[in-house]
C-alpha cells in the first residue's frame, strides 16, 4: 500500500497502533490487532497461535473470519526479546486471501504487535515483581511481630504460596536419626496429612536437594525420574510441577574449635504445582529468601531453646538448693510454681506472663539461701528473733535476683509473695495495687501449699478447709481473683496437693 495515496488510511492506521500502545491486556491487544491486519490486508481470515510453556507445541488461540479456499496465505512468527540478544518464539500469526501489494504493511503491523506483546510481557513481569515486593515487605513486617515459630514457619510457606502462584506448598525437615525427610509443616489447605507424609533418605526430589543442596526446578515431575510418587498415592495430590529448595542452617561447634560453625541442611521448601505458567528463577530466588528465613527462625529457635532449657536447669537446681536447706518444705517451690501457672491460666494470661509466673514460683524462696540453716530446720516453734531473721528472705532474694538481667521481671514474686492487700506483711508494707498480680498469684499459691502440706509440728489442713480461710481472708490477705482461679483450677483437675500427689505416687508404684 503506497501511503502517498492513500494518506486518510496510514493516518487512521497510526492513529489506531498508538491507542494499542495503552492496552495492558495481552489478549485484548491480539484481538484488535488482528482486526486492524485483517482490515488492512483485506484478508478472509487470520489465527494466532501461541506456543504453550507445558508442551511446546502452538495452540490456537485467537481465530477471526472464514476460510471457504485459500488462494494467498502467510505465516509470520511472532518474536519478543525478553532479554537482550535473546530473540524468544512465542507464537505465530496467520493471514489468509491477503492483497498481496499489502504484505509490507502485515509485516509492519506484525512488527509493531511483537513489540507491543513484548511491551505489556515487561510490564506484567514489572507488576508482578512490584506485587511480590509488597507482599515481602508486608511479610517482614508480619514476622516482626511475633516469636513464635511455629506461626512464622507458616506465614512463610503460605506466603510462598501466594507469592509463587501455586497450589500447595510445604516445609520438610530431615530426621537425623534416619535421614528422611518429614513434613512438618503445609500450607493451608493443602490436601496433604502432615503425620503420613515421610520421604526416605536420598529418595524423591526433596531428598536429592536436601543431598545435594542444589535448588531443583521441575516443569513436568512425570518425566523426572527422581519424583517420589508414593507421596502423591498416600496423599491423592497429584504433582504435576515442583520447585525445592534446601534450608541451610549454621551449627556453633564447640571444644577446641570453640565459636567457629559449620553449614548444614536440615530440610528444604517445596512449592508444588505452578498455575499459571512455569517455574523460572524468579520464583527459584523469592523461594530461596523465604526458605533463608525459615532456616534462621529455626536456627534461634533452637538456640533459644537450648538456652531457655539451660536456664531452667539452673533455675531447678537452685530451687533444689532451697528446698534442701529446709528438709520440711521438700517439693514446695515446685508445687507454688505449679498452683501459681494453673491461676495465671485461669485468669487468661499471655504465655509470656504465664512463664515469668513459672519462674516467679520456683524461685520465690530463694532468699533462704541466706538464712542460717539451724532456723529453717527449726522443729519447733521459732523465737521472735528467729522469725525476724525468715522475713528477711524475700529482701535476700530480691537482691540476689535483682542482678541478674533475665529474672528482673520474676523479682515482684520473689520479694512481694508476704505481701498483704491491707499492708500488714512484709518486707515493705504494701498496699492494694502496690502489690503486682505476679506477687498476689505466688502469695496465694505459696499459702495454699503451706496450709496444705504436713509439717514435724502440724498436720496439713484440709483443702475445703484451706480455700474457707483464704476465703475469708479476701481483701485482707488475699486477691479476690486470684484465690477464685486458684478454687477453680483445683475444681478443675489442674492442680494437687502435696498429699494427694503422695497418694498418687504410691498408687502407681503398686
Known amino acids: 500500500m503506497n501511503a502517498r495515496k492513500h494518506p486518510q488510511q496510514m493516518l487512521h492506521i497510526l492513529e489506531f497502533t498508538n491507542q494499542l500502545a495503552r492496552l495492558n491486556d495481552l489478549n485484548q491487544l491480539c484481538n484488535q490487532m488482528l482486526d486492524l491486519i485483517l482490515d488492512v490486508a483485506k484478508a478472509s481470515a487470520s489465527h494466532i497461535y501461541m ?6 507445541q502452538p495452540t490456537l488461540k485467537i481465530t477471526k473470519g472464514n476460510i471457504e479456499s485459500s488462494s494467498n496465505d502467510i505465516s509470520i512468527p511472532l518474536i519478543i526479546h525478553t532479554e537482550p540478544g535473546l530473540p524468544e518464539t512465542i507464537g505465530g500469526i496467520q493471514i489468509f486471501n491477503f492483497m498481496p501489494e499489502t504484505l509490507p504493511l502485515i509485516h509492519l503491523l506484525v512488527d509493531r504487535l511483537n513489540a507491543e506483546i513484548e511491551r505489556i510481557i515487561k510490564f506484567q513481569d514489572q507488576q508482578r515483581l512490584n506485587e ?3 507482599a515481602l515487605i508486608n511479610f517482614f513486617s508480619q514476622i516482626g511481630s511475633t516469636l513464635d515459630r511455629d506461626q512464622i514457619l507458616r506465614l512463610i510457606i503460605n506466603d510462598a504460596k501466594d507469592l509463587l502462584g501455586t497450589e500447595g506448598c510445604s516445609l520438610f525437615m530431615v530426621d537425623e536419626a534416619t535421614g528422611d525427610s518429614v513434613l512438618y509443616l503445609a500450607s493451608d489447605k ?3 496429612h502432615i503425620e503420613q507424609i515421610r520421604v ?14 542444589e535448588i531443583t526446578l521441575v516443569s513436568d515431575t512425570s518425566r523426572d525420574e527422581r519424583h517420589y510418587t508414593e507421596v502423591d498415592h498416600d496423599s491423592g495430590f497429584i504433582t504435576r510441577s515442583l520447585l525445592a529448595v534446601p534450608l541451610r542452617t549454621s551449627k556453633v561447634a564447640l571444644g577446641e574449635q570453640r565459636g567457629t560453625t559449620e553449614e548444614r541442611i536440615i530440610g528444604a521448601i517445596e512449592a508444588v504445582n505452578k498455575i499459571e505458567g512455569t517455574f523460572d528463577e524468579d520464583d527459584a530466588q523469592l523461594l530461596q529468601t523465604l526458605a533463608n528465613q525459615a532456616a534462621t527462625v529455626l536456627h534461634i529457635a533452637e538456640l533459644y531453646a537450648d538456652a531457655n532449657e539451660l536456664f531452667l536447669n539452673i533455675i531447678q537446681a537452685f530451687t533444689a538448693a532451697i528446698d534442701a536447706k529446709d528438709p520440711y518444705t521438700q517439693g514446695h517451690s515446685q508445687r507454688v510454681s505449679d498452683y501459681s501457672i494453673a491461676i495465671a491460666r485461669e485468669l487468661g494470661l499471655t504465655l509470656e ?6 519462674i516467679g514460683g520456683l524461685l520465690h524462696d530463694i532468699g533462704k539461701i541466706g538464712v542460717p540453716d539451724d532456723i529453717l530446720s527449726k522443729p519447733g516453734r521459732l523465737t521472735e528473733l528467729e522469725y525476724e531473721r525468715i522475713k528477711d528472705h524475700p529482701t535476700i532474694g530480691e537482691r540476689i535476683t535483682s542482678q541478674i538481667r533475665m529474672l528482673r521481671d520474676e523479682v515482684p514474686a520473689i520479694v512481694e509473695h508476704h505481701e498483704w492487700l491491707n499492708g500488714a506483711g512484709y518486707p515493705k508494707r504494701l498496699k492494694e495495687d502496690e502489690i503486682t498480680l505476679l506477687g498476689k498469684i505466688v502469695s496465694a499459691a505459696d499459702v495454699f501449699d503451706a496450709m496444705t502440706s504436713d509439717r514435724p ?10 480455700f474457707k480461710f483464704m476465703q475469708n481472708e479476701i481483701g485482707t490477705h488475699f486477691d479476690d481473683p486470684c484465690v477464685k482461679a486458684l478454687i477453680q483450677a483445683y475444681r478443675n483437675g489442674a492442680i494437687q496437693t502435696q498429699k494427694e500427689r503422695e497418694k498418687q505416687k504410691k498408687s502407681y508404684s503398686k
Do not use: N, Q
Open 190 to 192: 493443602d490436601p496433604l
Open 353 to 358: 506472663m504465664i512463664y515469668h509466673v513459672r
Open 457 to 466: 509440728y502440724r498436720k496439713g489442713l484440709s483443702v475445703e478447709d484451706t
Open 200 to 213: 526416605p533418605a536420598g529418595k524423591g526430589i526433596i531428598g536429592h536437594t536436601v543431598k545435594t543442596g
Open 132 to 134: 511480590r515486593l509488597k
Open 51 to 56: 506456543v504453550d510453556i507445558f508442551s511446546g
